[in-house]
Structures are given as C-alpha cells and as structure tokens.
C-alpha cells in the first residue's frame, strides 16, 4: 500500500472556525491531491499541489486554501467552516502509474 | 454537472447473479480506472484502460472501455457478498496547456449483494 496518511480521521466543528486537514506521504510525489466526496457527486477535486510550494485549484476551491512547504504534507485549510463544507475529505498521490492514484484513509469533517 | 456519468446508481443483487454497471461521458478520456471503496476507507483502484475497445479481466470481473474512450462498464460474474460496495469510474486527462493530470469521477454505484 502507499505511504500515505490523514489526520485527524475524524472532526466536528462550529460554523465560522478555521479547520486545518493533513496528509502526509512517504513515496516522495511531487503531485498530490485534496478531494471531497458527498452522495450523489462521487469526489471531486478541490485543490492540488505539482511540488512544494507550487499549488493550483480543482472544481471546487471556493473556501479553501491549501500549502505545500515540504514534499510530504499537503495541508488543506477551511478559513471559516461553513455547513455545506461537511464532507469526507480525502487525499491522493499517483501511483507508478500517472493514470492511478492511490488515496489516503479520509478525514470525516462536520461543521455544525 | 457530472462529467461521467454512472448507472445504475444503485444495484442489489442475490449472491450467484450478475451485474453490470457503466460509466459514459461525452468527453474522450487517455484512460479511465474503475475503484472500488468500502464504507470507512479511501478509494481502492481496481484497473486502469488506456486503450479504446480494451477488455481486461480479473478473476470474476470483466472491464471495457469503449472504442471511442468515452465509456465504460464493468461486469461481475456470479456475485458474492464479498464485491459490495461503492464502485467508482474515473477519467484521467491532462489539463489544457499543462502537464498536470487530473481524475474526473463518476458519483458511484452502490452495489449490495445479499448472501
């Protein structure tokens, strides 16, 4: 399996707090990945980092920022929580493959 | 608006039957991948097409991808309670003007097959 890991796995929070997500990888990737997944929409891509300090957005960025200031973490930043930010957020690294990522065990967000 | 586009979006199904579930897109995609995910966990790959009219096969689940590279199904033989799940398509393409090379998923198909 692919080094890579999230934390916390789980966490509740009140609307208008600042959320900060992990992913940590060991397979030394440039390209990594922050997705959401919600019923009905699959996962999708919220942003994405091509090395360190080199980061773009996905489809839906709106309300979150991300850094990269070293190879192996990713982090993803929800500035302000807002309700419709409850989701399953997971992270991803290619595989040998560019076609394939492998992704992380998900962090489970609640904004109440 | 989804960019693929899966069905049925949920399957249940008795153990021994079996089951086929696509994957269309308007779009052409370099390759698609199918994953599968248990409730808890990330996504785990299962294959990965790459070439239009691919047929690959492993054990009882048979994937194609279509000759235009915009479709896709996968077919389960004789169904075990084991292959419940969420089974996911994906399509990888580069980004205009980049080499960056992004996955666009389907929303899933719930699959349950009862023992």
């Known amino acids: 399996d692919a080094g890579i890991t999230q934390s916390p796995r789980h966490k509740v929070t009140e609307t208008g707090t600042p959320v900060t997500l992990r992913c940590h990888q060991t397979e030394n990737h440039r390209y990594m990945y922050w997705y959401r997944q919600d019923p009905g929409h699959g996962l999708r891509l919220i942003h994405y980092?091509?090395?360190?300090?080199?980061?773009d957005k996905g489809e839906v960025s709106d309300g979150y920022s991300v850094s990269r200031s070293k190879t192996e973490d990713f982090l993803l930043t929800l500035e302000s929580a807002t309700s419709s930010q409850t989701s399953v957020y997971f992270c991803?690294?290619?595989?040998?493959?560019?076609?394939?990522?492998?992704f992380g065990p998900g962090t489970r967000l609640t904004v109440l | 608006t989804q960019l693929l586009e899966q069905s049925p979006q949920f399957l249940s199904i008795q153990e021994g039957e079996n089951l086929t579930v696509y994957c269309n897109s308007s779009s052409v995609f370099s390759s698609l991948q199918w994953y599968r995910q248990e409730p808890g966990e990330g996504p785990v790959l299962l294959v990965t097409?790459?070439?239009?009219?691919e047929v690959k096969k492993l054990k009882r689940l048979t994937f194609q991808f279509g000759d235009a590279r915009k479709d896709s199904s996968l077919h389960i033989t004789a169904a075990q309670p084991g292959d419940t799940g969420l089974y996911l398509c994906?399509?990888?393409?580069?980004?205009?003007?980049?080499?960056?090379?992004?996955?666009?998923f389907g929303a899933g198909t719930t699959v349950t097959v009862r023992a």
């Open positions: 994906a399509g990888g393409a580069h980004s205009l003007g980049s080499n960056d090379y992004k996955l666009s």
């Open positions: 991803a690294i290619p595989g040998t493959d560019k076609n394939e990522q492998f």
């Open positions: 980092s091509y090395g360190v300090k080199d980061t």
């Open positions: 097409v790459v070439t239009g009219g």
